[in-house]
């Protein structure tokens, strides 16, 4: 059944993964434009190893993303803990356990409640990531005694894109329209910000905004007061398209202005 007939979505997810999303919307009968407004980058092996000769021998291992597991699964050490069921699925992909996860939810908050982590003191926790973020995690960590430790294994960059690239994407928004824009992270958020031409930019503030990150949604409603921002019930992808579906069902679609 094609659930997304006559819906346009905005990807911005970096690209390599973005392509299982397009294929479900798709599949539904929609129209996914990739446009990933994050780029990850990974840091140099000789750089990585000189950081983690200086670390400790981790008991813990959390890994805060997917691209954490892609880059940095090989630096890992003791047991294994995963964000959310996407990082998890990674890792399990890669032939590791995951022996830490949340019963429920994808964020710190829900990682922090599982028992594993109640009485941490005197460990070591080695947090895999892609550069500096949120410090709630490791805060918390160390308030019950925990050593943290950073590796960074990638990086997250701001894409480049050429002026007729951006062109032709306000050429489709105008002509054609988009319908809800997909945003994964804070950052993803901010990027798209800088990224979208002027006009692009104030047709954002009225479409809906689809997102599995409760701190995303604040962060929308923020920066953009009175838009439509909608909480996914999960990162995966058919669990977004199942929100975009919702959109075509309860909610007008965004009103397209020609100038």
Known sequence: MKMLEGIAVLITRPRDQSAELAAIIQKRGGTAIVFPSLEIVPRETASIETDLAALHRADISIFISRNAVDHGLAYAEGLLA??????????ERAGRDVAIQPGAGFDSEHLLAETAFGDVAGKTIRIIRGGPGRERLADELRSRGARVEYLSTYERRLPHYPAHELTELE?????AGIDAVVIMSVQSLANLEKLLPEWCLRQLAETPLVTPSGRVLKESLKRFPGCRAILAAGPEADVIADSLVAIK??????????D
């Open 82 to 91: 995963a964000i959310g069921p996407t990082t998890a699925a990674t890792i």
């Open 249 to 258: 069902r309860f909610r007008p679609l965004a009103t397209r202005k020609p």
């Open 171 to 175: 050429d489709r928004w105008r002509n």
